[in-house]
């Protein structure tokens, strides 16, 4: 399964789609993200989940405001994220030559090879597929 369904309740919607590829398992997402899902809006997305044949749903990570509709259509934490800080007193020169890095967006085949590395170091779970992949190049902005 690879297509992306919608569901929208007061101009909110909920997007229904394979999480990483996977056809057992759908993640439900509000667009935009961040948006205040309506109540019934999530129950609708799940029943139109389980009608496409999938038998899990999951969310992406979400803020603990926005999990009551989450919650009373029925869901549970899964995962709990953990929010790293740094202070920014303790740097290193970044003018230092062994400190310089350059960053790109990844393209082609390099896509590829990130996913071969992602398989690796993750849990078949969290594992990205292509779609989950061009989602995060998407969402990162380019500095």
């Not at 929208?8 to 590829?21: C, F, I």
């Not at 056809?23 to 509000?30: C, F, Q, Y």
């Amino acid at each position: 399964m690879t297509a992306t369904d919608t569901v929208t309740a007061r101009g909110v919607r909920m997007r229904v789609r394979p999480w990483r590829g996977r056809s057992d398992t759908a993640e439900l997402s509000s667009v935009p993200a961040g948006a205040m899902v309506p109540p019934g809006l999530v129950a609708l997305a799940v029943e139109r989940a389980r009608t496409r044949g999938y038998a899990t749903v999951v969310t992406p990570a979400l803020p603990v405001g926005e999990w009551r509709a989450y919650i009373d259509a029925g869901f549970s934490v899964r995962e709990e994220l953990h929010l790293l800080a740094h202070d920014l007193l303790d740097l290193p020169d970044r003018r230092a030559p062994e400190r310089r890095v350059r960053t790109r967006r990844v393209h082609g085949r390099a896509r590829a090879r990130v996913l071969a590395i992602d398989r690796t170091a993750f849990d078949p779970f969290w594992r990205l597929d292509a779609d989950a992949l061009e989602d995060a190049v998407r969402a990162t902005p380019s500095t």
